[in-house]
């Protein structure tokens, strides 16, 4: 791939570009932010890395849009993160209009490029991109599950002291408190994890999933997690760059997949060249579709507000 623009150069933003350019998954990063300086301080501070890590892309700042140009991947980071006490959907109004300001400069700057959406709530955001812009499901979806998934499975890895390296995971649903992790679809090394783990520590390490934003938020108080957010969104652009077509948990429009259309949620896709490549529907028992169902409930609340919202 030769340019991924990340708009929004605040903690998860330069995490995402500092990854990017360890990994050389690309020729040229830009970093695109509203605080004037901070980008180009930031895509300098990187630059000078270089000689470590041994990455000779590229890595440019602005607060002028035309960065966006020529774009292939647009990674949106932008808005506000939430406080300790506060749900991700409480940020929505706030950042649905950094969304919308951020995608018409997409639209005018990047016509052609994929869009993968981080800011919260990012199951509404996504959904808001994609109305939107009305681009093609496979080039607008966000991260979710990715991290939610890494949560559980280093849950799981201090729980059994296994290597996280063997531990497969899946966490489906909007990137809310009424997250779904299914551990029926959780392994160590193709074993299911109830061979280690009991159905109590089980339950327990799926809410820790479950509030595993707001447990680095309470810690960390003045911010939320950065670090393994990064990471996560890396590792769906090596998907991409390097057209894995990695079977991953990412938040995508849905059309009539788990019974479900006129929404984006976290649901398992296909990550490859062309993005969201397609969708997998898993059979879902009845427990885990009732879970499933009531986290479509929550992220469509959230699209029902967004839809009052006077916007324009
Ligand atoms: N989906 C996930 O898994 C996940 C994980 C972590 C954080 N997040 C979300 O990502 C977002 C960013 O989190 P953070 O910790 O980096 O916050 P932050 O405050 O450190 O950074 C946000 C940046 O966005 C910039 N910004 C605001 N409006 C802008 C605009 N119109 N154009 C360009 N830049 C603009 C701000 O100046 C700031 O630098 C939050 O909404 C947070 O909740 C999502
Ligand atoms: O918890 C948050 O608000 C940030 C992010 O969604 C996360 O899960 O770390």
């Known amino acids: 791939m030769n340019k991924i623009t ?3 150069a605040g903690r998860v933003g330069e995490t995402t570009a500092q990854i990017l350019a360890e ?3 690309c020729r040229e990063i830009a970093l695109m932010d509203v605080r004037e300086g901070i980008p180009e301080g930031i895509a300098l501070d990187i630059l000078q890395m270089a000689p470590f890590f041994e990455f000779d892309c590229s890595i440019n700042g602005s607060s002028d849009p035309q960065i966006l140009r020529d774009s ?6 932008a808005g506000l993160p939430r406080k300790p006490g506060m749900s991700r959907s409480d940020v929505l109004e706030a950042n649905v209009r950094i969304i919308d300001g951020v995608t018409d400069q997409i639209m005018q700057y990047a016509p052609d490029a994929m869009v993968l959406i981080v800011s919260n709530p990012v199951d509404t955001l996504t959904y808001r991109v994609a109305q939107r812009t009305g681009w093609d499901r496979n080039r ?5 599950g990715v991290l939610d998934a890494a949560r559980m499975a280093s849950f799981i890895a201090q729980e059994t002291g296994f290597s996280a390296l063997d531990i497969t995971t899946m966490v489906l649903g909007g990137h809310g408190d009424t997250m779904v992790p299914v551990p029926r679809f959780c392994t160590i090394n193709g074993i299911p994890i109830s061979h280690f783990i009991s159905e109590e520590r089980i339950a327990a390490i799926m809410e820790r999933t479950r509030q595993g934003g707001a447990e680095i938020l309470a810690l960390r108080k003045n911010s939320s997690a950065y670090d393994a957010p990064g990471a996560a969104v890396a590792a769906m652009v090596d998907a991409i760059v390097n057209n894995r077509r990695r079977l991953l948990s990412c938040v995508a429009l849905l059309e009539g997949e788990y019974g479900e259309s006129d929404i984006a949620m976290g649901v398992p896709c296909v990550l490859g060249e062309r993005g969201m490549e397609s969708i997998i529907e898993l059979d879902l028992n009845a427990r885990e579709r009732a879970d499933f169902d009531r986290s479509a409930s929550a992220v469509r609340a959230d699209i029902e507000r967004l839809n009052s919202l006077s916007l324009s």
Not at 72 to 77: C, F, N, S
Not at 140 to 144: E, N, P, Y
């Open 6 to 8: 990340i708009i929004g």
């Open 23 to 25: 990994e050389e998954l």
């Open 72 to 77: 292939d991947l647009v990674i949106v980071t």
């Open 140 to 144: 607008i979806f966000g991260q979710a």
